[in-house]
């Protein structure tokens, strides 16, 4: 089964390459990477720009489409990334989630639908 | 045998056939050589002639496999009854299907409200109306809680294996058996007698659980605890009025019980291992044996509070513990754990604890009746 991990987290700066401590920071990442992508169960992922970067088109129900600065909802934790993933079942999908490198946070596990209507 | 069902139909048809072959039961004019494994072969063939009597209907709304199959939802065909399917093959040391849908039922995936209605439906027999009528609830309500909860088993992949976190999950399994016992332990008194004995059930299931996990400390320690309080539970109501265990005709206790729970605790005491059932298992066995309420071991019973405060630290348990010390050092003692606590204001027993307590030390001129507070101390 596929599923999509969500990750949630209080919004907070990423290191960038050539800040201090950015090795530190990354090491445990390559590591989950590298360990998930070799196993086959890594199917993509991505970091999200911050919340800042966010535009939202809201489409009433039947009415016309609002171009909105921002996310769709303020929360204090923030939607940051994700990964798609490759699992037998609910129980592995959440042990792989459970290696994430982060130290808080919410990471939602979803089950793609088997049959996409999209 | 639901287990052994599901594997092969997935879990609705086979839940359903699982009440078919009980309604047939019911039937009986001889109790088969061995009921089990009958029961069993009713059950299948009443699951063969259901996906049968359904395979037309459903095929034709329905992709055939993905509604059923909550084993292995991409590759198994529940119609195809005539090809023998693999069962579900674990090398693990805990192998029985039967556990597997326990634990299944108590996956932290589903909220503990589902968790403790599949129990009850999946492993516990009982029917929807049943366990709507049990805990108070519209038969809709808890119709769409089990509804959704397989559903959920389904489509997010939930697996019928023992988990990696075997403890935790058991944990989770004995906190639903707890929370039914004390459902049916706390609404003995109404009046309402088409209400399933909820602690029976918790029992006949705890009790199944410890032949399924033998040597486990902890489920021994529930089952000892339950016993304890079943066999008081006679003289808990007199007239239809709540009698205190003070007050309690000890005559009323099942001694046969009491000796089945001494039995039990001794085994689990003997692992070594203990947690908070064995610890409140001792504390109603302390209570049990006692021949009089004036011959309870108050020192005994507060030290084991004690433990268990250590062990399960809440407001709750530190209230009981301080009835427990008043009980064995006087109600000066008592108070001043009382006057520690936080975060019970809202909660009656500590209310009616202290002003107990208070009128035994002297500082109130009113006496008051200890108003349930050693109820709650099984």
């Known amino acids: ?118 | 045998m639901l287990a052994l069902l599901a594997s092969r139909f997935g879990l609705d048809a086979a839940d359903d056939a699982v009440q078919d072959a009980l309604v047939e039961a019911l039937n009986w004019r001889a109790v088969p050589d061995n009921p089990a494994a009958w029961l069993y072969t009713v059950a299948r063939n009443r699951a063969i002639d259901r996906i049968r009597r359904d395979a037309v209907a459903r095929r034709r709304t329905l992709d055939a496999g993905a509604d059923l199959a909550v084993l292995h939802p991409s590759t198994h065909d529940p119609y195809d009854t005539e090809e023998e399917d693999d069962m579900i093959v674990d090398h693990s040391e805990v192998g029985d299907e039967q556990l597997r849908l326990m634990l299944l039922c108590c996956h932290p995936a589903l909220a503990r409200d589902a968790q403790v209605a599949l129990t009850l439906r999946l492993v516990g027999g009982l029917t929807t109306d049943e366990i709507a009528a049990a805990f108070l609830l519209p038969e809709a309500t808890l119709a769409q809680r089990i509804v959704r909860a397989k559903r959920k088993i389904r489509d997010a992949g939930i697996p019928l294996s023992v988990p990696a976190a075997l403890d935790e999950r058991i944990d989770a399994l004995l906190g639903v058996l707890y929370l039914v016992f004390n459902e049916g332990y706390l609404s003995r008194g109404d009046a309402a007698g088409a209400r399933v004995d909820l602690m029976e059930e918790s029992i006949r299931l705890a009790i199944r659980l410890m032949g399924l996990l033998p040597g486990n400390a902890e489920v021994e320690g529930l089952v000892a605890l339950q016993l304890y309080v079943r066999a008081r539970t006679d003289a808990r109501f007199a007239g239809g009025e709540l009698v205190l265990l003070e007050q309690q005709d000890r005559s009323l206790w099942d001694l046969e019980l009491i000796g089945q729970a001494d039995a039990v605790l001794a085994a689990a005491m003997s692992r070594g291992t203990p947690g908070p059932y064995q610890l409140q298992a001792v504390i109603a066995g302390y209570h049990s044996n006692a021949r009089t309420a004036s011959d309870t071991d108050w020192p005994a019973i507060a030290s084991v509070y004690g433990r268990l405060l250590e062990a399960t630290p809440s407001p709750v348990v530190a209230l009981n513990h301080a009835v427990a010390v008043a009980m064995a050092d006087g109600a000066p003692a008592g108070l001043r754990l009382l006057d520690e606590l936080s975060g019970l204001d809202d909660y009656h027993l500590y209310w009616a604890a202290r002003g107990e307590l208070l009128a035994r030390a002297g500082a109130a001129t009113r006496r008051r009746p200890l108003c349930g507070a050693r109820s709650t101390s099984l």
């Open chain 1, 1 to 118: 089964m596929q599923y999509m991990i969500l990750i949630y987290t209080p919004e907070y700066t990423p290191l960038k390459p050539g800040d201090p401590g950015f090795e530190e920071w990354m090491a445990p990442w390559v590591e989950f990477n590298r360990t998930h992508t070799e196993s086959g169960a890594l199917l993509g992922g991505g970091q999200l720009q911050p919340v800042s970067t966010a535009t939202t088109i809201r489409r009433e129900f039947g009415g016309g489409d609002t171009i909105l600065d921002g996310p769709f909802a303020e929360t204090k934790e923030v939607l940051g990334g994700y990964y798609l993933i490759e699992a037998a079942d609910l129980d592995a999908a959440l042990a792989i989630t459970a290696s994430l490198p982060l130290p808080g946070g919410s990471f939602e596990v979803r089950p793609l639908e088997r049959n996409p209507v999209m």
